[in-house]
């Protein structure tokens, strides 16, 4: 089968934290998965000499000889409390925390060899690379993937679907096996008198574009190193600043709409990101998913679609390091809200083609003015636990575990600086910022 693949370069490193885990269970688990199942996890991305775009390559079968997957694994019979470095991730603190970055995280247990981008993959690279790191009362997941082949969502259901089959479960069959299920829409031409799109994602002439881009190369000369960290924030501190901005805005006005926890995260660190400067005009953007919302995904629950089946809002603001929170916060939400209505869906996925076509930087920022990214995975991996594949039943040891889950997407470069990625675990949310 020969599929046409949209083009990114990213690699998705992903870390699970979880409990004892047996290595052939979820080696063999992974195996099944691709060979009798989800075969599309088995192919290769592939170049077409015509068109120029990535194509998925499967097999019409898999030999013995065929690679389906990098998997490696080690085991260490110390506890995972001796690893001086997750100390602080294993006993975090009841205050906003700001941990060492996912480079130490990466160097414990993410192979050396192992692509962080496309261009840096061996002739014949498998799709998905896994390494199992096993310590006596905890066991590392690692992966990693091509950003072309799934979002958050899509690596979480892939974890979901392999554990399946660790439980000898039969996984549900995957959508968007052989054909690309979001709709071809309307040129963004269509919409053009409708909608302005300015101050959102849009294709820039020359002159927005050099504009844009100066602008971003004129703030990497200012600040030419940036330090990363993973904040941990817990959950109880941001129910509570929830409760407390719905509170402040009611007050302003009734008809305001619902703050969620993930408006306060964004809100925290969007405050954080350029405190020290005067007011500004930021263009602030978040991913929306796609799933359950347009055709060809309607009847997605979503563990079925891996593919990337993303949408951008953006709240575009003046702001300042005494920008209130609630201010941010309400203005992220209506952006939402606003994205998530159908009309303004179909031109969002318009001018992701308009752009893609053009092959332009997805930068959302209008010139003269700055920009800040967040992608909310909280919600992609709920449910998810390694049960099946444990050594030892958790109630019989001493510690339980609660699955963490950190990542990030490329390495950080000139152009996704100050980008969040926030995950979370059962008493805290964090964000590699």
Same mark, same amino acid.
């Given at each position: ?12 490193p ?29 192919? @290769?991305?592939?170049?077409? !000499?015509?068109?120029? *775009? +990535?194509?998925? %390559?499967?097999?019409?079968?898999? #030999?013995?000889?065929? /690679?389906l ?48 981008? @496309?261009?840096?993959?061996? !002739?014949?690279?498998? *799709? +998905?690379?896994? %390494?199992?790191?096993?310590?006596? #009362?905890?066991?590392? /997941? ?28 039969a ?79 009611a007050?302003?006005n ?46 997605d ?27 941010i ?33 997805m ?37 339980a ?33």
């Amino acid at each position: 089968m020969v599929q046409t693949a949209p083009y990114t370069s990213a690699n998705y490193p992903r870390k699970t934290c979880s409990h004892y885990s047996d290595d052939g269970v979820l080696r063999d688990a992974l195996d099944k998965l691709i060979r009798n199942h989800w075969r599309k996890l088995g192919a @290769r991305l592939v170049s077409s !000499p015509s068109t120029k *775009l +990535l194509e998925y %390559h499967v097999p019409s079968s898999f #030999d013995e000889n065929y /690679v389906l997957f990098n998997w490696s694994s080690t085991a260490n019979a110390e506890s995972i409390r001796k690893v001086e470095e997750l100390s602080s991730f294993l006993s975090p603190s009841q205050n906003i925390s700001f941990l060492p970055s996912m480079d130490v995280i990466d160097k414990l247990f993410r192979p050396a060899d192992w692509p962080f981008e @496309r261009k840096n993959e061996p !002739p014949d690279a498998p *799709l +998905l690379y896994v %390494h199992l790191t096993i310590f006596s #009362d905890a066991s590392v /997941v690692a992966m990693s993937c091509p950003h072309v082949l799934a979002d958050q969502f899509g690596v979480a259901s892939i974890v979901k679907a392999w554990l399946k089959v660790a439980r000898r479960e039969a996984p549900p069959d995957m959508l968007g096996y052989r054909d690309d299920v979001l709709p071809p829409g309307h040129p963004i031409f269509d919409y053009i008198d409708k909608e302005s799109r300015k101050g959102m994602m849009r294709a820039r002439g020359k002159r927005d574009q050099t504009a844009v881009m100066a602008g971003i190369v004129l703030d990497l000369v200012k600040a030419r190193e940036e330090e990363s960290h993973i904040a941990f924030v817990p959950a109880q501190l941001v129910e509570r600043l929830r409760k407390r901005t719905s509170k402040v805005l009611a007050e302003k006005n009734e008809s305001v709409p619902d703050i969620s926890n993930g408006d306060i995260l964004t809100a925290i660190f969007t405050k954080m990101t350029r405190h020290d400067r005067s007011e500004y005009s930021l263009n602030l953007s978040q991913t929306v998913n796609l799933r359950g919302r347009v055709p060809g995904l309607w009847d997605d629950d979503g563990d079925r679609f891996i593919h990337n089946a993303l949408h951008y809002a953006t709240s575009n603001l003046k702001i300042s390091a005494s920008t209130p929170l609630h201010e941010i916060a309400l203005s992220n939400r209506q952006a939402i809200n606003k994205a998530l209505e159908r009309s303004e869906i179909e031109v969002g996925l318009a001018a992701l083609r308009d752009v893609s076509k053009r092959r332009q930087v997805m930068l959302i920022c209008e010139p003269f003015e700055k920009l800040y990214s967040v992608s909310n995975w909280c919600g992609a991996w709920k449910g998810i636990e390694f049960s099946a594949a444990e050594k030892e039943p958790q109630v019989k040891r001493e510690h339980a575990w609660d699955m963490l889950v950190l990542g990030q997407k490329p390495r950080i470069s000139s152009l996704r600086r100050k980008r969040t990625f926030v995950i979370r675990n059962g008493e805290h949310h964090s964000s590699t910022i």
